[in-house]
């Protein structure tokens, strides 16, 4: 079986260690979605019996022919839609609604600029215009969302503004593939960058190895190639645990409940 370019696995049935083997959930190929092929199919039917209501399943769906083809295509709307027993309209809107998936081809590597009101003011601005220089054409800055490179292939990188990656205590800061680095400015992002284009995979802050965007975009559906190193890496730092270290040294907490709980307002009948 040939699995599509791209996809983050390299044991000869195309199965992560220790996955389970499902029935497809669509048993025929369509026509609408040839692109989606055994292996994708098996863990389509995996992700669905995890949940009481099929149509509960569609955000991780959505993950996984990310995972596929790099993008939420029209073809991985319609699988979407087929496999859950839903109409396209209903799949387009909610991968129109969450900035996560996107619906043009992404790089290799997916850069997430903090641009929200702490980090534009300690330099996420200047970070986000630095990187749209380096990885555009001469007159030509990269644009939100747009690529640098050939879309899928080594090397190749995809710009974005991100809206508040809720690390404050850290910034400003800026995210690859959804693993932070902290306490960025413009050289230090720019020399990120140019490793990624290299080939390199520096280190996160916080969180685990880098992978690339598909492995990770397989890993948020649930699918786990590599679950040792997924969990890998520091995930808290001292600016976050202070507060905790100093409630603990005054000996200050937070309030008990009350043993009986405030009564709530009346809320006026419908009529």
């Not at 087929?82 to 799949?91: F, K, P, R």
């Given at each position: ?10 044991l000869?049935n ?5 996955e389970v ?7 025929e190929q369509?026509p ?8 994708t199919?098996?863990?389509?039917a995996?992700?669905i ?5 099929s149509?509960s399943?569609?955000?991780?769906l959505?993950?996984l022919v990310?995972?596929?083809e790099g993008?939420?295509?029209?073809d991985g709307?319609r699988?979407c839609?087929e496999?859950l027993?839903?109409s396209?309209a ?5 991968a129109?609604?969450y ?22 003011a300690?330099?996420g601005d200047?970070?986000?215009?630095r ?7 001469p007159g030509?800055?990269l644009g ?6 050939e ?18 205590d850290f910034?400003p ?6 693993e ?7 050289e230090?992002?720019?020399a ?8 390199e ?18 890993e ?21 645990l202070?507060?905790?270290?100093m409630?603990?040294?005054h000996?200050?907490t ?11 307002p009346?809320?006026?009948?419908k009529?």
């Amino acid at each position: 079986m040939t699995l599509p370019e791209g996809q983050p696995e390299s044991l000869g049935n195309g199965l992560a260690p220790g996955e389970v083997h499902w029935d497809p959930a669509v048993p025929e190929q369509s026509p609408l979605t040839p692109v989606f092929d055994e292996v994708t199919r098996r863990r389509t039917a995996e992700i669905i019996a995890r949940y009481p209501q099929s149509r509960s399943a569609l955000l991780p769906l959505l993950h996984l022919v990310q995972s596929v083809e790099g993008y939420v295509s029209q073809d991985g709307i319609r699988y979407c839609a087929e496999v859950l027993e839903l109409s396209t309209a209903e799949v387009s809107a909610v991968a129109t609604f969450y900035t996560m998936y996107k619906r043009t081809p992404c790089g290799e590597h997916l850069v997430s600029v903090c641009t929200n009101t702490l980090c534009a003011a300690l330099g996420g601005d200047e970070v986000y215009a630095r990187l749209s220089q380096r990885l555009g054409s001469p007159g030509k800055p990269l644009g939100h969302e747009e690529t640098a490179g050939e879309p899928g292939t080594p090397g190749s990188v995809t710009l974005e503004h991100a809206e508040c990656l809720a690390a404050c205590d850290f910034a400003p800061v800026l995210q690859v593939n959804y693993e932070y680095f902290d306490n960025q400015t413009a050289e230090s992002a720019t020399a990120l960058v140019d490793a990624l284009r290299r080939g390199e995979r520096p280190m996160p802050t916080r969180g685990a190895p880098l992978t690339d965007l598909r492995t990770v975009e397989l890993e948020l559906a649930g699918i786990f190639p590599d679950l040792a190193a997924a969990v890998t890496g520091n995930s808290m730092a001292p600016e976050t645990l202070r507060g905790a270290q100093m409630a603990t040294q005054h000996g200050w907490t937070a309030p008990a409940m009350p043993d009986t709980p405030p009564a709530l307002p009346n809320v006026p009948e419908k009529k």
